[in-house]
């Protein structure tokens, strides 16, 4: 994996408790979820640029994600960040409702963005409005 940083989501040893979040090595228990995010550069500012999230679908529901976003925000936390930014499935309600709780919200729509012709949605984040403790 390029410059990314890549974090995973590991099985607690009981599953209503909050997983693990470590970056990624051999010796990690099962992988329930993951986030890869690294900085670049868009018209001279340095932003976060999630490229991806999943959480297991047998653990959704239960924090996973929200943490890993919240690890990547705190891994990312000595650079200056003004913005956060990702890219998501129009029609993925579940991912862009946690992204908003967090304070995401819409930029732009990209047309034919997935193999399968599926549209994106763009999301940012301005880190002076980013919400520490989303609602869950």
């Known amino acids: 994996i390029d410059n990314s ?20 090595s051999k010796n990690v228990p099962a992988i329930i979820g993951f986030i890869i995010a690294d900085i670049v550069s868009e018209n ?8 991806d999230l999943a959480v297991s679908p ?7 994600g929200t943490k890993l976003i919240c690890s990547i925000f705190e891994h ?3 650079k200056e960040l003004s ?3 990702l890219e998501v ?9 946690i992204y908003t709780k967090f304070g ?7 047309s034919n963005y997935y193999s399968d012709g599926e549209d ?17």
Request: proline share 4%; hydrophobic share 40%.
């Open 5 to 24: 940083t890549f974090l995973v989501a590991t099985t607690p040893a009981i599953k209503s408790s909050t997983s693990n979040i470590l970056p990624i």
């Open 44 to 51: 001279g500012t340095q932003i976060c640029h999630i490229k």
């Open 58 to 64: 047998s653990w959704r529901k239960n924090g996973i």
């Open 76 to 78: 990312f936390s000595f």
């Open 83 to 85: 913005y956060a930014k």
């Open 89 to 97: 499935r129009k029609n993925n309600a579940d991912a862009i409702s």
């Open 104 to 110: 995401f919200s819409l930029h732009h729509e990209i």
């Open 120 to 136: 994106a949605i763009v999301l940012t984040l301005n880190f002076t409005k980013f919400k520490i403790h989303p609602k869950m």
